[in-house]
């Protein structure tokens, strides 16, 4: 039975220890060296036994206590936690990230949406980050980015859907999967904030949490969402309601052996998402190494963004 996550960043770091490894300073998981009790050179080992099943069970139990020092690092950075939903207890909540906290008429807010399986808010790739480093793995370089931007910022958290409660694992109610969490997090904090301009970074399935929101959320899409930058995301045909937008306004970084940015758009771009390669062939690498073009296109249609508001 895998080892439960940690309850806060310090057990997570003395649980990592347990297991033999830590963070270096540069962001690296390394195996701590016994003579001088710190991260040595040697990287995490998946292979501890000839039992595969030991091996991953292993992994699995490693990789439960990321998400504390992940959340610890988005405070460090100046993110502070919104309890969702709202007038239940802590508890039997889930909670997002974001700064200001609230938000409130941003300027410019940027909205990071990860993929499904185990990742929770502010990472991108446990794999990245347990045999790579903090920056392959996690937000905190589309975040660092987007700060020195001018951007505010909310990380959302889509696979934290469920609670322990009197020892059952128990949904949150109205937040039972990500589509409804996205949902929920849309029309509780990022509508009534009232920003003026809305962009989306999305990974994986986060492609298909932000195709839905589009549909749900149309009018309001068009009207303050002006870029949706996915990295290898799921996403299918455009929104039949809103297709001529939608095309405009998204661009999928795919995985590809091709040099970044190259166009890899499948038939007519006026009825398919533009696509171009993220430089690299690995689904969870795209993140990491699309953000320099994923900010040009933010920053781009931004300006055309505003150019076109004061038009109007």
Not at 257 to 270: C, K, R, S, W
Request: proline letters at 5%; a neutral charge; hydrophobic letters at 35%.
């Amino acid at each position: 039975m895998s080892e439960p996550s940690a309850r806060n960043c310090q057990e997570a770091i003395a649980r990592l220890r347990e297991f033999g490894y830590a963070f270096n300073e540069a962001g690296q998981l390394r195996k701590i060296d016994k003579i001088s009790g710190e991260p040595g050179e040697e990287p995490y080992e998946f292979k501890i036994s000839d039992n595969q099943a030991k091996n991953q069970e292993h992994y699995e139990q490693l990789a439960n206590q990321i998400p504390e020092i992940i959340y610890e690092l988005l405070e460090k950075n100046g993110l502070k936690r919104t309890y969702i939903p709202k007038g239940v207890p802590i508890e039997h909540s889930t909670f997002v990230f974001s700064q200001p906290q609230p938000l409130s008429q941003s300027k410019k807010l940027l909205v990071l949406i990860h993929g499904s399986g185990y990742v929770l808010a502010g990472q991108w790739a446990r794999r990245l980050i347990i045999n790579n480093s903090l920056d392959h793995g996690t937000q905190l370089p589309y975040i660092q980015r987007a700060q020195k931007l001018g951007y505010d910022i909310l990380v959302t958290n889509t696979n934290d859907t469920t609670r322990m409660i009197k020892g059952k694992r128990t949904p949150i109610k109205g937040l039972e999967n990500s589509m409804t969490h996205a949902a929920y997090v849309w029309e509780h904090i990022i509508m009534p904030s009232q920003p003026k301009s809305v962009a989306i970074v999305a990974h994986s399935f986060g492609g298909a949490v932000s195709r839905a929101l589009t549909e749900k959320y149309t009018k309001f899409f068009k009207e303050k969402v002006y870029a949706i930058a996915l990295t290898d995301g799921t996403v299918g045909h455009p929104p039949a309601g809103c297709q001529k937008y939608f095309l405009d306004v998204t661009c999928n970084w795919v995985s590809s052996n091709e040099p970044l940015d190259t166009d890899l758009t499948q038939g007519d771009v006026a009825e398919n998402i533009t696509c171009v390669s993220a430089g690299h062939p690995e689904h969870e690498w795209t993140s990491y190494s699309a953000i320099e073009s994923v900010f040009k296109f933010l920053e781009k249609k931004y300006e055309q963004h505003v150019k076109a508001k004061q038009v109007v």
